[in-house]
């Protein structure tokens, strides 16, 4: 992961929380408050970005957590972070108090303010935050594939296929993930959850059963970190997995249907050894 990828989600994505939060704010300040009011929010999401991310690594290691789809991770990650980084938090209301009083109502005061007005306030600042740090999250990891929050070890293991009569007994099932390829290994996702493999120009479209995910690699070397028997080549730049396939599309063009309905073409030159193989290929 560039250096360059790690600065723009550490600071783009706080930048657009923040920008959300003084905004939802802003009806009610002073127009000379609302660009100090910006940077206080920008004060408590850069680092709490940071802490939200780090929270969510370690929550997806936790025993009960490592299963939880990545939406209500996310969630629950960022609340969870939102009580770590509190002492930080008080930090800054006491900055905004000695530096722009006039936004002290904003911040501090809060030993003021009934059960019910911090329920709104802590409502209004942090709900739409979690919402656009999930959906922030989402669209970095479907694009650059950064962050990642489960390694190899912690992504939940998919039962592997079931084994059917008519499979060739030529392709056997797939090895355990202690065969894991280097590239699956850096994209944080398990051999068995790999359903195929797309070449884009230098990079590779990772199409696992989380949704895909793209990451800087050969599309030849990773073909030869396979290991023997996981799957098959179907096309110049497509490499499909032994059970992963939904059904074979025998239209005007051959194509492999995935389960999320991602067509995967095939090449003149693989439609023979697709037809010879597609009880192996299809996931039944």
């Known amino acids: 992961m560039s250096l360059g990828t790690l600065l723009l989600f550490f600071l783009v994505a706080p930048s657009i929380v923040a920008t959300m939060q003084t905004s939802l704010q802003a009806p009610v300040m002073d127009s000379a408050d609302i660009w100090p009011a910006l940077c206080f929010a920008l004060l408590f999401n850069v680092p709490g970005m940071f802490t939200a991310w780090l929270t969510t690594r370690v ?14 991770l996310l969630m629950v990650g960022f609340m969870l972070s939102l009580l770590i980084f509190r002492p ?3 930090l800054v209301f006491e900055m905004v108090a000695l530096v722009a009083p006039q936004l002290s109502h904003f911040s501090g005061g809060l030993a003021e303010k009934t059960f ?12 739409p935050g979690m919402l656009t740090w999930t959906v922030l999250n989402l669209l970095f990891i479907e694009k650059l594939g950064f962050p990642v929050y489960r390694e190899t070890s ?6 592997p296929p079931s084994s059917s009569p008519s499979t060739p ?7 355990s993930d202690a065969a894991c390829p280097e590239f699956c290994q850096a994209a944080g996702i398990l051999l ?8 884009e120009e230098h990079y590779l479209r990772l199409h696992t059963r989380f949704g895909s995910r793209m990451i800087r690699h050969s599309f030849r070397a990773a073909l030869a970190q396979m290991p023997p028997g996981t799957g098959l080549q179907v096309h110049r730049s497509h490499w499909v997995a032994f059970g992963k396939v939904h059904h074979v599309d025998s239209g005007k063009s051959l194509q492999l249907r995935l389960a999320d309905g991602t067509a995967i073409p095939v090449s003149s030159r693989y439609e023979q ?12």
């Open 154 to 159: 912690s992504l939940p293991v998919a039962a």
């Open 273 to 284: 050894a697709i037809l010879l193989t597609s009880d192996a290929l299809t996931s039944g």
């Open 59 to 72: 929550l997806a290691r936790v025993p009960g957590f490592r299963s939880l789809p990545l939406v209500p």
């Open 116 to 127: 019910w007005q911090h329920v709104e306030r802590f409502l209004l600042i942090n709900v």
């Open 88 to 90: 930080y938090n008080q």
């Open 169 to 175: 007994a030529a392709f056997p099932s797939a090895p």
């Open 192 to 199: 068995d959850d790999l359903h195929a493999i797309s070449a």
